[in-house]
């Protein structure tokens, strides 16, 4: 998430990559920050673009090279190992004698040929499978040599197969699938996606945000109906909960009113009580589910589960004018019944009303 402000931070990340995947700087391209997939960050100072961001290009470039030394093990059956060396893939036999190498293109045409599928991180850790595993996918046996840090949501995952084995699954007919270009720096996606649309037809073409929000479009299609159910019902058990509360806890304390109207209290005065201790307890009711809510959050973030829970200020707000409404209202009837309290009763009957 850091930015280039003069500090040499595309300098210092091109030659993390260069040095771990033994590659040319001048072949590693570093991206201005990206909001809608880069977490927000504070600041650049004390050297923390190096330390920090740094860190993270060195780990995702070592988690890089283990991923292209077991794709390129499929090259050797006999050796027992893979070691990178130079920019180059070595197979080493259980002898210690070396039975052939590759350069980083070699293994890197590996990838994607027919056998071969990418499934996301989310599944294949609920499956138990990794790297060189095989799974069925489309009733064809594929081996996994790569795993996505994303793809797919709440309702079903996605996996990338090459369009021989993709077409082979349905029976050799044509297929259309999809096909992933990146844009030239600067120019813009929406712009290219028309272009194309333009060019090519019968293609459809969206932006990565535009994809997104399809997607997203599409869930809602899909399930929409369900988790709007499932919220509504939600709210209205939870707005339930909190009217009984209020209610119950203003009858529980209908001897203190009554002494307080006894002593000369008004009427007014006692309703004005009642309304704002049933705002208060609403609104630690509202602050203690927005702390968990957030902490929820947070948890299954650092889980890594596939959901993304997000909260939205027009919702807070709703639920804080819904919350308000249902507390007021439930404390009209004991507002009643203090209304209507004898004062002289209140210490003749003792401690009940």
Not at 40 to 65: F, I, N, P, W
Not at 151 to 162: C, E, K, Y
Not at 233 to 247: E, F, I, M, R, S
Request: hydrophobic letters at 50%; proline letters at 3%; a neutral charge.
């Amino acid at each position: 998430g850091t930015s280039e402000i003069g500090q040499g931070a595309r300098t210092v990340f091109s030659q993390i990559v260069s040095d771990l995947l033994s590659v040319d700087m001048d072949d590693v391209a570093v991206p201005g920050a990206d909001t809608s997939v880069v977490p927000y960050d504070r600041s650049t100072g004390a050297s923390r673009s190096t330390t920090l961001v740094g860190l993270a290009v060195q780990r995702a470039c070592e988690d890089v090279v283990a991923q292209l030394t077991r794709v390129a093990a499929r090259r050797w059956p006999e050796a027992a190992c893979v070691r990178e060396r130079d920019g180059r893939y070595v197979g080493v036999t259980a002898s210690g004698e070396e039975c052939g190498d590759a350069s980083l293109q070699e293994v890197l045409a590996m990838l994607g040929a027919s056998g071969d599928a990418v499934i996301g991180q989310d599944f294949a850790r609920q499956a138990g499978v990794g790297l060189g595993d095989r799974v069925t996918i489309l009733g064809r046996d594929l081996r996994i040599t790569g795993i996505a840090a994303s793809g797919g949501n709440l309702l079903n995952g996605i996996a990338f197969v090459s369009a021989d084995d993709f077409r082979a699954a349905r029976g050799g007919a044509p297929v259309v699938s999809f096909v992933l270009a990146r844009t030239a720096p600067g120019a813009s996606p929406d712009a290219v996606a028309a272009a194309i649309q333009q060019r090519v037809p019968g293609v459809t073409a969206l932006s990565r945000v535009a994809f997104a929000a399809e997607e997203r479009r599409l869930v809602m299609q899909m399930a929409g109906d369900v988790i709007t159910v499932m919220n509504s019902v939600g709210v209205v058990v939870g707005l339930a909960v909190v009217a009984l509360t209020v209610y119950i806890a203003v009858l529980a304390r209908r001897r203190e009113y009554g002494i307080l109207k006894a002593l000369g209290t008004r009427a007014r005065t006692l309703y004005t009580v009642v309304l704002v201790q049933a705002f208060l307890s609403v609104l630690l009711a509202f602050a203690a589910a927005f702390v968990f809510t957030a902490t929820l959050g947070a948890v299954v973030h650092a889980a890594r589960l596939p959901l993304t829970l997000q909260i939205e200020a027009g919702s807070l707000l709703n639920v804080a004018l819904v919350g308000a409404v249902i507390a007021a209202a439930a404390s009209v009837l004991p507002i009643r019944q203090i209304a209507a309290v004898d004062p002289a009763v209140v210490f003749r009957r003792g401690p009940s009303l």
